[in-house]
């Protein structure tokens, strides 16, 4: 995939499916966050200190969700 950041914006590009996705700020940050090292609590935190807002393990797991 091609990840793209347009001012606040973050565009993913998947080339095999030939599809562009604008994703949310919370669908980004755990877009970024997300590299299979952490669980989803340790998720959630680093996506509440990157967002500067409390969020949730289940706002984490629907967004790993629609992210699959």
Known sequence: VI???HGAETV???P???A???LHPLA???????????DVAAL???V???LGTS??????ETALARLA
């Open 44 to 46: 959630a935190a680093a």
């Open 48 to 50: 509440s200190d990157a």
């Open 16 to 18: 095999r499916a030939r």
């Open 55 to 60: 969020v949730t393990a289940a706002e984490v």
């Open 28 to 38: 980004a940050a755990v877009f970024r966050a997300a590299d299979g090292t952490r």
């Open 20 to 22: 562009y996705h604008l």
């Open 3 to 5: 990840v793209q950041q």
């Open 12 to 14: 993913v590009f998947d």
